[in-house]
């Protein structure tokens, strides 16, 4: 059956706002990602200066906390809201597929520090599980300077390719 110029102007508009509609749900999630971001590092950053304050066990133990959570949240917003979308095929545009592929590699390292970080310390209740932890802080901002970096040519891509498509 042929379809009549309503039913083709109908299933056009349709597409259309399915299109819209995901171009800004993307929007939405890379400005929440680099909203949890800054929050990773703004508190990476706040427990880092306890060492320098010699902070008390309870103290690092609460800015180790607060870094921990914002750290996972961060990381599985971007793994399951962007990273997964690409692994599992899903993204069309060859643009970001290709950069996705170079820099997916490193991003997945760093995901595998974060959650090696997280498990290290999620038990920690005493002096002596903090030893290492800011040797580990470090560790972890080189890491996060590595991902930022790559994310960043991924995201770059995302919004120019959306950039291309709205024109």
Known sequence: MNDSPIDIVEQNTKETKTEMGQRQQQSNTIKALLTKRQAVLVAMCSLAELELEQASFTTALEGLKTFSQALVDYSALGHFEIYERIIDGN???????????AVYPLISKTTDNFVAFNDKYDGADDQDSLTNLFKDLSLIAESMADRIESEDQLLNQMNESESLQTQ
């Open 91 to 101: 993204e069309r545009r060859e643009k970001v597929k290709k950069v996705a592929t």
